[in-house]
């Protein structure tokens, strides 16, 4: 199983970016795949989910700004990200795991992050 994220940058505040997490050696319907963040001096978060089932999961800080999504063919899963806002700055992960959720600990597949800096 390998992950590898792309898409991060520099934004303004209020801006838009989306990130991507390319996949080979796994299937949809067997792995959930998750993002992450870590910010500088904080440990490691999750920030949303979607879940082999199809379902998905936010954290509450980025619940109605941030849009999980998939595309199948390219073994692609992104991460819309609107709205942005200084305390979103982080490195973002994304990762896969047969049971998902939110929590950094389940997850046993990691690829490396893309740095997301967002200005005031």
């Known amino acids: 199983v390998q992950l590898q994220a792309s898409g991060g940058g520099l934004v303004q505040s209020g801006g838009s970016l989306r990130l991507s997490c390319a996949t080979s050696g796994l299937s949809s319907d067997e792995y959930s795949i998750g993002w992450f963040r870590q910010a500088p001096g904080k440990e490691r978060e999750g920030v949303s989910c979607l879940n082999r089932n199809g379902s998905t999961f936010y954290a509450d800080s980025v619940k109605g700004r941030f849009t999980i999504t998939s595309d199948n063919a390219k073994n692609t899963v992104y991460l819309q990200m609107n709205s942005l806002k200084p305390e979103d700055t982080a490195v973002y992960y994304c990762?896969?795991?047969?049971?998902?959720?939110?929590?950094?600990?389940?997850?046993?597949?990691w690829g490396q992050g893309t740095l997301v800096t967002v200005s005031s």
């Open positions: 990762a896969a795991d047969v049971l998902g959720g939110l929590a950094p600990f389940w997850y046993d597949h």
